[in-house]
């Protein structure tokens, strides 16, 4: 057989393991742990290890086509439990990056942008005041900055992160983000993309690790010891969001930051020999082309 074939089999056998397979069969795991034990006897290992000889010791077991169904319809259902973690997480991320379009959604924003309101206004009376410690100064900038980058005009701080990005390289370059991205994604060198992409892959992670939390969440009510899985999941899934949300706005600004004049050339808005930043009125003149308005 071709080794090139060998070789992408063998690759996509661990990833089918390691991303469909394996979390799957974890869950499952905790499902039959925690309905065999109940809440009464959830730490009644002595029990889950009879519930398990009995489960061995059954003829039909001894058959190896009926053992062959049973480990195939395991992996199926591990894989489809994987494929439905997707499928909440796609919708988790989404919530993670909704605007304030609802009652709930609103009251959180405004809440967000009165607390970063306050530490603003505490910030500048610092500065203003010759008195006050550099360290002060640092702390309230820490403390705003730990709830949004901008004037927060989402319930989340991911969604926050992001357009802060937009804004800011609104602000130093003229340029719509959304517009001149997909045209600016085009010319990046091929490491500049696998980094953004292992950022965007990262996200995408923790929003499926927040699902499993859910599934986890859902087990607790048949078997306690759940939530505290649940609980270890959804803090691994927010510290991850957060990271990688953090790691995917940098990469995007440096992004513009770097290239945005490459981008500007080969459209014919500046000569190859200018030099010096980007200026407003250039990345306003990309904004527009690429927006193609009338």
């Not at 439905?84 to 709930?104: C, H, K, Y």
């Not at 959180?108 to 610092?126: F, S």
């Not at 808005?269 to 306003?284: K, V």
Request: proline content about 5%; glycine content about 8%; hydrophobic content about 50%.
């Amino acid at each position: 057989m071709n080794p090139l074939l060998v070789t992408l089999g063998t690759k996509l056998t661990e990833r089918w393991l390691n991303l469909l397979v394996l979390p799957g069969a974890l869950f499952l795991g905790v499902v039959a742990a925690g309905t065999t034990l109940g809440h009464s006897h959830w730490h009644d290992i002595d029990r889950l290890r009879a519930a398990l000889d009995d489960l061995t010791a059954r003829p039909v077991l001894d058959r190896t086509g009926t053992a062959a169904v049973a480990v195939a319809a395991l992996l199926l259902l591990s894989s489809a439990l994987s494929l439905a973690a997707q499928f909440v997480g796609t919708g988790i991320e989404n919530f993670w990056m909704r605007e304030s379009r609802f009652p709930l959604g609103r009251r959180l924003q405004r809440g967000r942008h009165t607390a970063w309101r306050r530490l603003d206004g505490e910030r500048t009376e610092a500065i203003r005041d010759p008195a006050t410690p550099a360290a002060e100064i640092e702390r309230l900038t820490r403390a705003r900055d730990r709830i949004a980058l901008v004037p927060p005009g989402r319930p989340s701080w991911y969604g926050d992160r992001l357009a802060a990005t937009a804004a800011r390289v609104h602000a130093a370059y003229g340029i719509d983000l959304a517009a001149v991205w997909p045209r600016l994604w085009l010319i990046l060198a091929e490491p500049a993309q696998r980094q953004i992409e292992s950022a965007r892959l990262g996200l995408a992670t923790a929003a499926r690790l927040g699902a499993w939390s859910a599934g986890y969440l859902v087990v607790a009510a048949w078997w306690w010891p759940a939530a505290v899985i649940a609980l270890g999941c959804a803090a691994l899934a927010r510290a991850r969001a957060r990271e990688a949300v953090e790691s995917l706005a940098s990469l995007m600004e440096a992004a513009v930051d770097v290239h945005a004049r490459d981008l500007a050339v080969l459209v014919g808005l500046q000569p190859p020999d200018a030099t010096g930043l980007l200026s407003p009125e250039t990345g306003e003149g990309l904004s527009e082309i690429f927006r193609k308005a009338d």
